[in-house]
């Protein structure tokens, strides 16, 4: 087995294991050192994405605009986005999958804290570490559920 081969098998078995068919990262082809980061973090799970690059901002014609955006106030970057979220679902949808992980490409390290500490069963709570700006539950029956999480 080629290394190619061997790394593919153990990124597709890492994926089973979180229960998807793929990941998905929606990044600006100029961003190249986003794509970078991205990168490196997911390898150190043994993961890797797939990067979805159309509609940039300078990609997007006055016809794709009258077509999406009929009136409205985003500005080029905020409809590239948006563009690249359609193109995604687009995509799940023609290759069938069920279950895709879709990350930004300004994607922080706490999503793959938590993917990383699903793949060694030692999950990672979803929090900022500081606890004078959380706020309460004001529903008790929301707060004891919550709870049962923590």
């Keep these: 087995m080629t290394a190619s081969a061997g790394r ?3 990124e597709s078995g890492a994926l089973r ?3 998807l068919d793929s990941i ?3 990044n600006v082809k100029a961003f190249v050192e986003r794509r970078r980061q991205v990168e490196a973090q997911l390898a150190r799970f043994g993961l890797s994405g797939e990067f979805v690059h159309v509609f940039d901002a300078d ?8 077509r ?3 009136g409205s106030e985003l500005n080029r970057g ?3 986005c948006a563009l690249k979220h359609i193109a995604v679902l687009e995509r799940v949808v023609e290759r069938g999958w069920q279950h895709c992980l879709v990350l930004e ?9 938590v993917v990383a500490g699903i793949l060694v ?3 990672v709570a979803l929090g900022d570490g500081v606890d004078q700006n959380d706020k309460p539950f004001l529903d008790p029956s929301v707060r004891e559920r919550w709870n049962d999480y923590g």
């Design 24 to 26: 998905l990262i929606i």
């Design 68 to 70: 999406w955006f009929a």
């Design 17 to 19: 294991a979180l229960g």
């Design 121 to 123: 069963d030692n999950p």
């Design 59 to 66: 990609e997007i014609t006055p016809e794709l605009d009258r």
């Design 8 to 10: 593919e098998v153990a």
């Design 105 to 113: 490409d300004d994607v922080v390290d706490i999503e793959l804290q």
């Design 78 to 80: 905020q409809k590239s």
